[in-house]
């Protein structure tokens, strides 16, 4: 089984941890894990043009991923609105209470066609 790429870097409770999840996907992937340890909140920004599903995924135990639900920020601000765990299309999704989880990652379960970067920024 290959090994799923991950940011090891724990970052300070204090700063600020930058992902690409996501690099000129072309393809149906899991992407980059987030190590969110110490990090409360958190938003993920999908940009290019696709027809595809991206997925927002947690774990607490680094192996089994669940889909978590973020806003979107195009759509509400970043307490209200509706929450979503999938995007089909560009946009950033705030997550506001990743108290205890592990690993975030935006896995690409669906993919049609397009190019698709998918940033993540996690912070307490």
Excluded at 17 to 34: K, P, S, Y
Excluded at 84 to 100: D, E, I, K, W
């Amino acid at each position: 089984m290959a090994q799923v790429p991950r940011e090891q870097r724990v970052p300070k409770k204090t700063e600020t941890l930058v992902v690409q999840h996501q690099v000129a996907a072309v393809a149906t992937a899991d992407g980059v894990d987030a190590n969110v340890r110490n990090s409360e909140k958190g938003a993920i920004q999908i940009v290019g043009t696709f027809v595809g599903t991206i997925v927002f995924e947690a774990t607490i135990d680094g192996t089994t991923f669940t889909a978590i639900a973020g806003r979107d920020v195009a759509n509400a601000d970043q307490s209200g609105g509706a929450a979503v765990s999938t995007a089909t299309a560009p946009g950033m999704f705030f997550f506001n209470n990743l108290a205890g989880v592990l690993f975030v990652r935006a896995r690409i379960s669906v993919y049609t066609s397009g190019t698709i970067d998918i940033w993540g920024s996690f912070w307490s």
